[in-house]
């Protein structure tokens, strides 16, 4: 029995260890916190490789946490599973991969980025924590514990959110951030808790296996939907997404994107696993797809007006998350009717979740470059900024390449997973395409905008003193480079490994039951 | 005594989840129509309140003891205990939620000077 | 070529769109190769045309500023504009009333 059927319960315990001990590394000086704060991403980083090789070679991975064996998910013939068991698919993998490589760049760029501010040892601690309700999120196979991750995760963004209490604007976007998320928590908690009364069970699996469509799921359903649709950022709940973007500090905001990324993961495990085939009528992915084409356009033309950099880039996260939403919510529709799925429903399930990978990497380097322009010209005005890319050859040229693969611009990866998404859209109605498209043109106008005011145009007196940032800040910002370009490069590849195993494991809910269910001895 | 035994039972039956529906409505009440940051912070806590209410009531057995198997003796039924695990955790959740909603609410109010809700509208548009 | 990425209704090669780019480009730059070698940098021949104004030497006096970009576009749709920007007020309790409706709204229309 080798160790790696350990690595579910290693990827929560890493970061975890990694937040509670980050105080006793930070007696030694600002060395040895720097160095475990790198040394814990990276490890995250590598575990999840690893796990997601193991899946790759096994399957679904159960993990029965505190249980005699760790797959003895029945125990001596009870036939509901009783204790918090971990499920991890192709899907929950991949999330995990995004999620920690996001995790480690703005680690590296927070190195430098947070020097002058004091107070770094809990901002590591709670950083870290951040991460393991995000890899929990993911991981998870129990409803509850799903919600904890979840509060874990929102409590400890609503700290870094508010991070510079010295700024009102700050505790003000923390403030509003909080109010919003601990109602959808509680309406989460509220669903959680109708799932219980109803089949006395919280594993995931094990609901939806006795899963019937009555009036308390329905509520349950909809309870969920707009809780998560909210956590994610989509339209008419997106109103904290601009807000809290802005100010937190730019490494914590790559790692909300990628925290946001893990409410969507939910979801999409409540719509397709838990739910699947019981869903009913298409109420639900219509609704899924309207909130996404809304997103999409609303955040885009709010986008276009905004005079602050990362508001301007908070805003076309909210449109960005409409494309995955769109795109998973057609391959919904297509849940039912195994031709329409073959035709154009799995085209768009593979769209969205490539989208979810490149988006979650080039938003994230949009934020980092956005926090290097921040630390080094001091302003985030984009009419105080002009002319830095003379003095910023690097931030600049990593700025074209992730405003260029958010625009839709071929060669770039985010190319390829629109292409997927126009063209299963249009073949479900032509309209949802024209959305996506018309979004895609104003997401390069706007930022050809914010390239011309920022980068380009006469040098200013007033940025004189101004220098390329910090060596570390530089290989954040290029991990996410890296991963853009190798995207870039290998589609078919990052298709076939990636993509396509977590969009079948999707669809497969089957498979997801019998995984826990199926177990023990 | 014996008008009281005839009298259906008000404890079990549907009561306690229209209490729970009445917490909740008030409490989403006071979330959006009151101006004074406090009293939303007391509507979350009214929220919470009745999630909880739910999640422990769910697990009511009619006449059932308590869920221990040492000392409840020669019964038929417990009432079940995990819900009352998960609405321990809930709880501490909430503590802490409501730890940070107040201390959050201290900080605004010395960087702004006022408790209500429509002043502090710095970040909009 | 050797890679790639097969939608349903058609197909997407990075690589030979890098080849069409690279002849693009070397077409591009063969034109430029044909101008004329007799320029001289640092002197009048280099400067921006400014309306026939003298240039200013400080770089914000002749920068566009963000706020006035795409002004066409935003005057066009200024109704609509107006009625968007209003609804983004800043207030903490329509963000959670702009879920509850959303909520009510599903929850009618899943429950019929």
């Known amino acids: 029995m080798n160790w790696n059927i350990h690595l579910p319960a290693l990827i929560i315990a890493v970061p975890l260890l990694g937040a509670f001990a980050a105080p006793l590394a930070g007696l030694g000086g600002k060395v040895t916190r720097n160095i475990w704060f790198v040394a814990v991403s990276i490890a995250t980083v590598a575990l999840s490789i690893m796990l997601w090789q193991h899946v790759q070679a096994e399957g679904v991975v159960v993990y029965v946490l505190g249980g005699e064996s760790w797959n003895l998910t029945l125990p001596s013939g009870l036939s509901w599973p009783i204790r918090i068991i971990l499920e991890v698919d192709a899907f929950s993998a991949f999330m995990a991969i995004v999620g920690s490589i996001a995790a480690m760049a703005g680690a590296f760029f927070s190195l430098r980025f947070m020097e002058r501010f004091s107070g770094l040892d809990k901002f590591v601690s709670l950083y870290f924590l951040l991460m393991a309700g995000m890899l929990g999120m993911e991981l998870t196979g129990d409803l509850f514990n799903f919600f904890v991750f979840l509060e874990i995760a929102s409590v400890a963004s609503f700290g870094l959110v508010a991070f510079w209490r010295d700024r009102p604007e700050a505790v003000e976007a923390g403030f509003k951030y909080m109010i919003v998320s601990t109602v959808a928590a509680m309406l989460v908690l509220i669903a959680v808790g109708f799932f219980y009364g109803r089949y006395n069970a919280v594993n995931m699996a094990a609901v939806a296996r006795m899963m019937h469509f009555g009036y308390p799921e329905k509520i349950a359903l909809v309870f969920l939907v707009t809780a998560l649709a909210m956590k994610c950022g989509a339209v008419p709940m997106h109103m904290w997404t601009p807000d809290a973007y802005t100010e937190a500090p730019a490494g914590v905001t790559c790692l909300l994107v990628a925290v946001s990324q893990a409410s969507l993961y939910g979801l999409f495990r409540v719509c397709f696993s838990l739910y699947g085939a019981s869903l009913g009528s298409s109420v639900v992915p219509w609704t899924i797809i309207v909130l996404g084409v809304l997103s999409m356009f609303i955040g885009v033309t709010m986008a276009v007006i905004q005079k602050e950099i990362k508001r301007l880039m908070a805003y076309h996260s909210v449109s960005q998350i409409g494309y995955i939403l769109l795109g998973l919510g057609v391959g919904l529709l297509a849940l039912k009717d195994p031709q329409a799925m073959a035709d154009y429903g799995f085209t768009a399930m593979k769209g969205g979740i490539y989208h979810l990978f490149n988006y979650t990497m080039y938003k994230g380097l949009l934020f980092l470059t956005a926090g290097a322009l921040f630390y080094a010209a001091g302003s985030r005005n984009l009419n105080d900024l002009g002319g830095l890319a003379r003095v910023m050859p690097h931030t600049a040229f990593m700025f074209v390449i992730a405003a260029a693969a958010i625009a839709g611009l071929p060669p770039f990866n985010g190319f390829v997973s629109k292409l997927l998404i126009y063209e299963s859209t249009f073949a479900v109605y032509p309209v949802l395409a024209i959305a996506a498209l018309v979004t895609s043109v104003l997401t390069l106008a706007s930022f050809v905008k914010v390239f011309q005011t920022a980068f380009l145009g006469p040098a200013k007196s007033v940025f004189a003193n101004v220098r390329e940032v910090p060596a570390t800040m530089l290989v954040g910002m290029s991990i996410l480079t890296v991963v853009v370009i190798g995207l870039t490069l290998l589609p078919t590849w990052s298709l076939a490994n990636l993509v396509e195993p977590a969009a079948k494991a999707l669809v497969d809910q089957a498979g997801y039951i019998s995984a826990v269910m199926g177990g023990g001895l | 005594m014996r008008k009281q035994e005839a009298r259906r039972p008000a404890m079990t039956g549907n009561m306690p989840f229209l209490v729970v529906g009445i917490l909740f409505f008030l409490g989403l009440y006071a979330i959006l129509f009151e101006r004074n940051l406090i009293k939303i912070a007391i509507g979350i806590t009214l929220l919470e309140a009745s999630a909880n209410l739910l999640l422990i009531v769910l697990g009511y057995r009619t006449g059932g003891s308590i869920p221990v198997f040492t000392l409840a003796g020669d019964v038929q039924t417990m009432t079940l205990p995990t819900p009352q695990a998960l609405t321990l955790t809930a709880i501490v959740i909430g503590l802490a939620t409501s730890a940070l909603l107040l201390s959050l609410i201290m900080m605004l109010y010395k960087h702004y000077g006022t408790l209500d809700v429509r002043e502090i509208r710095r970040l909009r548009g | ?112």
């Not at chain 3, 240039?55 to 749709?77: C, D, H, K, N, R």
């Open chain 3, 1 to 112: 070529m050797w890679s790639k990425v097969y939608t349903g209704f058609g197909y997407w090669d990075v690589y030979t769109w890098l080849i069409f780019f690279a002849i693009a480009a070397g077409l591009v730059l063969w034109l430029r190769s044909l101008g004329r070698k007799d320029y001289k940098e640092g002197t009048d021949q280099d400067e921006i045309f400014y309306g026939g104004n003298v240039v200013p030497e400080e770089g914000s006096e002749i920068q566009v500023p963000a706020s006035s970009a795409y002004w066409g576009f935003t005057e066009a749709l200024k109704g609509y504009y107006e009625v968007l920007v209003e609804m983004h007020s800043g207030d903490a309790r329509e963000y959670v009333g702009y879920m509850v409706l959303t909520a009510s709204v599903l929850a009618v229309l899943v429950l019929l």
